[in-house]
């Protein structure tokens, strides 16, 4: 069955962003980086205790929505916070015209072999988990470990299980056409309330945050690959152990109560089997919704020893 417009962006739009502008994070790129896909920050100790962990943010989001958790982690871990071009206030440059998530990926991981990272973990929200997946199934075992938060390698999957991507195509290239036929007010005016509608953090989040979605083509295109790309075949590949964080209510009538099952077939594929868990209270932006469940999920994850 065909998903409907509504629930399959409710699973690939993230909430927008708040706090410092792009161009304040872009001062502050290690290693002299610089991409025309992503901006990257870096915070923390040069020896850390712990791995290196690369936070990568979901559409319309930029990276300024890991601040919180960076602030956990960065007296003893060195934290990467990646902001794709595009999204926010930060330029689109590369990401202008063409794909998005492959070439992102493969940035990602020009940046880890620049950096010299050694083996990782990545933490990826909705969009950003796709990201993190692809740079895994193709980095081999220069990944220490992958995050996916409230993230599925096929997420029209998470709607409807039979679903694949001849099925889905035709409703992502409306919705490619929808964002690009809106112009830039109506598209920052709409955000909020999109966002609210599509599982997002909420009223206050909102109020506190504002609406950064970003370059209208790289939004479009973006939202088009989430709803397309089918990363299930390349499960295998990943060699490094992945964590699946998600949002659970126990209240029956909400869809929320009835996503164990579609995310555990989801990552059926992986050659060891994924750590699951879910937090109860939280919808798409688990890391707002439930800060302090979903540090404690972070910091089992990074104590990991799979």
Not at 132 to 157: S, T, W
């Amino acid at each position: 069955m065909l998903p409907s417009r509504r629930l399959m962006l409710r699973f690939v739009v993230s909430a927008p962003v708040f706090g410092a502008t792009l161009l304040q994070a872009e001062r502050a790129l290690a290693q002299g980086f610089r991409s025309d896909r992503i901006i990257v920050e870096t915070r923390g100790p040069v020896r850390p205790v712990g791995p290196d962990v690369i936070l990568i943010p979901g559409i319309a989001s930029t990276g300024e929505i890991w601040r919180r958790t960076a602030d956990r982690l960065d007296d003893r871990h060195r934290v990467h916070i990646v902001t794709v071009r595009g999204f926010g206030d930060a330029p689109a440059e590369a990401n202008a015209s063409g794909r998005i998530i492959d070439p992102v990926a493969a940035e990602i991981r020009r940046y880890i072999a620049e950096a010299r990272l050694n083996r990782p973990a990545l933490i990826g929200h909705s969009m950003g988990g796709l990201i993190a997946l692809k740079a895994a199934a193709d980095g081999g075992d220069r990944i220490g470990r992958v995050m996916v938060v409230d993230g599925a390698p096929f997420f029209p999957a998470l709607i409807s299980p039979q679903a694949r991507v001849a099925d889905v195509e035709p409703v992502a290239r409306i919705g490619y056409q929808a964002l690009m036929l809106l112009g830039d007010q109506a598209l920052r005016n709409g955000g909020s309330a999109l966002g609210l509608q599509l599982g997002g953090a909420g009223d206050t989040v909102f109020d506190a945050i504002g609406w950064q979605g970003g370059d209208r083509a790289v939004l479009a295109q973006s939202l088009y690959e989430v709803m397309t790309l089918d990363l299930r075949p390349r499960l295998p590949a990943i060699t490094a152990p992945v964590t699946v964080v998600y949002g659970w209510s126990r209240d029956d009538a909400s869809p929320r109560a009835h996503v164990d099952g579609l995310f555990r077939q989801g990552f059926a594929g992986l050659r060891a089997p994924a750590r699951f868990e879910r937090i109860e209270g939280a919808e798409h932006m688990v890391m707002i919704d439930r800060p302090g469940p979903f540090m404690e999920a972070v910091e089992r994850f990074l104590g990991d020893d799979r």
